[in-house]
């Protein structure tokens, strides 16, 4: 409990370790998350307790983007391409996808 003020807060340091804080200092309170990582991915909960008010209780779900590891393109022709595909002659077809890993 912060003195003086009569509010606590609590956050669990085995999952987020020194990486979050909750700001109770400004006005809404904010749980700041520095480094996000894939791990931090989840639902999180806020709960409010309040002397003659029952308690409130609100979730949200955090999702965190995962830049692939890799991206290539592939011809139907030649297979993996590096820089250059063709060359083509006039009226041919071909297909190129675009494939992202990890």
Known sequence: MRPGT?????IDDSVLGSRASL???????ELKI?????SDAG???CRVDFRRQPTKTTRVSL?????PKKVFVVSNNDGPVSTVIG???????T???????G
């Open 6 to 10: 009569g509010r606590s807060h609590w």
């Open 87 to 93: 060359p083509f002659s006039v009226g041919a077809t």
């Open 23 to 29: 700001d109770v200092n400004v006005i809404p309170a």
């Open 63 to 67: 999702s965190v983007i995962v830049p």
């Open 34 to 38: 520095i480094d996000i990582r894939e």
């Open 43 to 45: 639902l999180y909960k």
């Open 95 to 101: 297909s190129l996808t675009c494939i992202a890993q």
